[in-house]
């Protein structure tokens, strides 16, 4: 998989599709980058490196050592010494001083892919990737800086970190340290990224890439509900079936920044890390930082294929636990049901009605601890209110457990309301600038996560309540963006490492949580989807998507989502009506289908909605439990966008052998005089032939409703009626003949 070609000192590195070049380059060993792209048969492409034109090299043409340091494609590009695009490293030293520049030193292959410390990362065995070490450095700093570049066998990855040594004898402070860098000839590519607001997470944008630069970040402390650690540079007539695609994704889930930029030669730099603003870390001789892991992927086969990557990379290398690939506790969470308004009472009439309709867990959301009632008070109070929980709460949970459903909890850990105990006790737990008043947000501070006692204590509280009942399920929730960084624990010159030290401390925590107890589903949240990216993914098998649970505004967000993580890790439920977010009313079915894509569950008071509701608890159920090993392990096809057509949504999955697939068809808006609508199928086995049923409707033979062979669905589609009324969907089954004589599936 990585070949070093000694005699042209280059670094091959090979996905089953793609390939990755580094050369070495001139006396002074700058790290070059060749080629990224289509499987090469041989590794001669480096005259890509263009250092047979002027300026040429720099032991040929000192004189203008400037133009070729601001032309020359870097792997891992420095500045101050005349590279003009923007660096992935910046330094100051004790003098106050910038520049920095790289040279190889030496290197190692090995078998695997080494853990990053402190980090989540992807994972492979011996067998499945190979890992390069660069080592390089900077002899006038003193820094060693090793990148690190993993290719995997069985999937079209390759990932990149960086890890940087101070060998000098005086401290220098990292300003900057990216993770990942591509220099590549521009070749008319758009630019795709994801953006959204609370509730609006992650739609997708896609336009044109100009000169300058073009980012994408965030500095909120998160990954945020407004921006993505994503980007893709693609060609502009790539669709979902054709054309490349060159994709980056930040394991991290703290501030990114991921840019492309444009250069007066046409060359593009596309580059991802943790962003600049208030990031300084000091390394003192001896010390290392290491930088978090950016996702690599190529294809030339469209978003579909690059889809299917990312997926199959997070399925197999990314998720962990007892839940990574299978089925999920169908859960009722009381939120939009009752909001703080709860006790026992009300919360074990919710229990007893969804324990009969089969769903299969309680999740007792923000409000039983402390004297919480609104929510403006006690965050950091991490214990039972006997007063709501009456009877206490290991007698909640047995009683839920009597009725043969599992029990779940709502945390908040990392924050602190200034009306709680805890704050009364520890005012200077909380993150602040000394003698600033701190920016409230939903009436809470964040807590200073980078003290090692003020994550003990919560630790405590939390698994202290974890251990005091049979509960199953966590959802750890983070409803504020960090503002006014400031520690009381950290010295002067360490303030600007705050913002890491806060997201590796949750990393630890949660870290600690998935170990001490094994077999609890952990389901991450912030204020809806603020923080759903693959950092998270490492330590939890599913996030909650966003706070919208409306079927039409969560197409838009789930096929944003989808776009990168696989359906299982997609938090999804159906949710009261009207809407209480954006007032809509939709039909019942419509809302199970959308939230069929993800995990399922519900959020809504089953025992006030209506009885025709109520009643198609049961068969929604039914469909969870018949299609979710499909919707979970299948593979993902997007066959068209509400957000573009501004009609209809429609998405398929496909089992992995192909003898199953579903088609969930959503018409949005429904138009006078209309034919039905055609549509192209996906994945399947073009040779078998498919009986193809939908959800719902008795088939007018009693052995399905048609029979067409994969070739005929692909090339020559479906029709999908017009359906009377708005936000209507379908579920289309299709299931390969022979597979249901054998009786494998129905
Ligand atoms: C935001 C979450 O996304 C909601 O589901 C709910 O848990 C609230 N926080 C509770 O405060």
């Given at each position: ?19 990755y ?9 700058f ?26 090299v ?7 050592r ?14 101050g ?38 980090l ?44 940087v040594v ?53 500095f ?12 893709a ?105 009752t ?13 007893r ?42 007698h ?35 993150i602040a ?14 807590l ?46 360490r ?18 949580l ?10 991450n949240?912030?204020?809806g989807?603020a ?54 009313v ?28 109520r ?61 039905s ?70």
């Open positions: 998989m990585i070949t070093y070609y000694e005699n042209e000192r280059l670094f091959k590195l090979d996905t089953p599709n793609t390939s070049l580094i050369g070495i380059v001139d006396e002074e060993n790290v070059g980058h060749i080629y990224y792209g289509k499987r090469l048969l041989d590794a001669e492409a480096s005259y890509l490196l263009r250092t047979q034109e002027l300026p040429y720099p032991s040929k043409n000192n004189r203008e400037g133009a070729f340091y601001d032309t020359f494609p870097f792997e891992y590009p420095t500045g010494v005349g590279d003009y695009r923007e660096s992935c490293l910046s330094i100051r030293t004790e003098s106050g001083h910038a520049g920095s520049m790289l040279s190889y030193v030496s290197h190692e292959i090995m078998a695997g892919k080494p853990g990053l410390a402190g989540p990362a992807t994972f492979g065995s011996d067998k499945e990737c190979e890992t390069l070490k660069l080592v390089c450095e900077d002899v006038y700093v003193g820094m060693q800086v090793e990148l690190l570049y993993t290719a995997f066998s069985d999937v079209d990855v390759i990932t990149r970190s960086v890890r101070n060998k000098g004898k005086e401290p220098f402070y990292l300003t900057k340290v990216y993770s990942a860098c591509l220099d590549m000839d521009n070749r008319d590519y758009d630019m795709i990224t994801l953006h959204g607001s609370w509730a609006r997470e992650r739609h997708i944008q896609r336009k044109p890439l100009g000169y300058g630069i073009q980012r994408t970040s965030s909120r402390g998160e990954s945020s509900h407004q921006e993505h650690p994503f980007l540079l693609v060609d502009r007539h790539t669709t979902q079936e054709q054309g490349e695609v060159y994709a980056m994704n930040f394991v991290y889930s703290g501030n990114f920044c991921a840019q492309a930029e444009v250069s007066q030669f046409d060359f593009v730099r596309m580059s991802m890390g943790i962003h600049q603003e208030n990031f300084c870390w000091k390394l003192s001789p001896g010390e290392d930082f290491q930088a978090p892991e950016v996702v690599m992927v190529y294809t030339d086969q469209g978003l579909d294929a690059m889809t299917g990557t990312f997926h199959s990379l997070y399925r197999k290398h990314l998720l962990q636990g007892k839940y990574k690939d299978k089925k999920r506790p169908i859960l009722i969470n009381n939120w939009e049901a909001y703080f308004d709860f006790d026992t009472k009300k919360l074990l009439a919710i229990a009605e969804a324990s009969a309709l089969g769903i299969e867990m309680l999740v007792m959301d923000d409000g039983w601890f402390g004297n919480r009632s609104f929510d403006g008070c006690a965050l950091g109070d991490w214990f039972v209110n006997e007063e709501k929980i009456d009877g206490g709460l290991a909640l949970v047995e009683e839920v457990n009597k009725l043969g459903m599992k029990f779940g909890i709502w945390f908040e850990p990392e924050m602190i309301s200034p009306d709680s105990a805890l704050y009364r006790e520890h005012p200077d737990w909380a600038i000394p003698g600033r008043p701190g920016t409230q947000s939903r009436q809470q501070y964040v200073d996560l980078s003290r090692k006692e003020v994550v003990d204590c919560i630790y405590g509280m939390m698994s202290a309540v974890l251990r005091s009942a049979n509960i199953e399920y966590v959802k750890w929730d983070m409803n504020r963006q960090l503002t006014d960084i400031g520690s009381a624990a950290l010295p002067p010159d303030q600007g490492e705050l913002y890491h030290r806060y997201v590796i401390a949750v990393y630890e925590m949660q870290n600690r998935i170990h001490d107890f094994p077999d609890l589903l952990l389901e949240c912030s204020g989807g923080r759903f990216d693959p950092g998270m993914l490492y330590y939890s098998p599913q996030i909650w998507c966003s706070d919208d649970a409306d079927a039409v505004e969560r197409l838009a967000i789930q096929e944003g989502t989808a776009l990168l993580y696989p359906l299982s890790t997609m938090g999804a439920h159906v949710s009261d009506c009207p809407n209480h977010i954006v007032g809509r939709t039909p019942f079915h419509t809302r199970a289908a959308v939230a069929l894509a993800g995990t399922f569950g519900y959020e809504l008071d089953v025992t006030k909605i209506a009885r025709e509701e009643e198609e608890i049961p068969r929604q159920v039914a469909l969870y439990h018949k299609y979710n090993d499909l919707v979970r392990e299948g593979a993902y096809y997007r066959i068209a966008s509400y957000s573009q057509n501004h009609h209809y949504d429609c998405w398929q999955v496909v089992s992995e052998d192909k003898r199953e697939s579903l088609v969930t068809f959503v018409q949005v808006m429904t138009r006078a005089n209309h034919k609508r055609r549509i192209l199928l996906k994945g399947l086995d073009e040779k078998r032939r498919y009986r193809i049923y939908v959800e719902g409707q008795k088939p007018e033979r009693e052995d399905g409703e048609l029979v067409y062979s994969g070739d005929t669905l692909m090339k020559a589609g479906i029709l999908v009626p017009d359906m009377l009324g708005d936000f209507q969907a379908k579920l289309i089954h299709l299931v390969a003949e022979e597979s249901e004589k054998k009786g494998q599936v129905e």
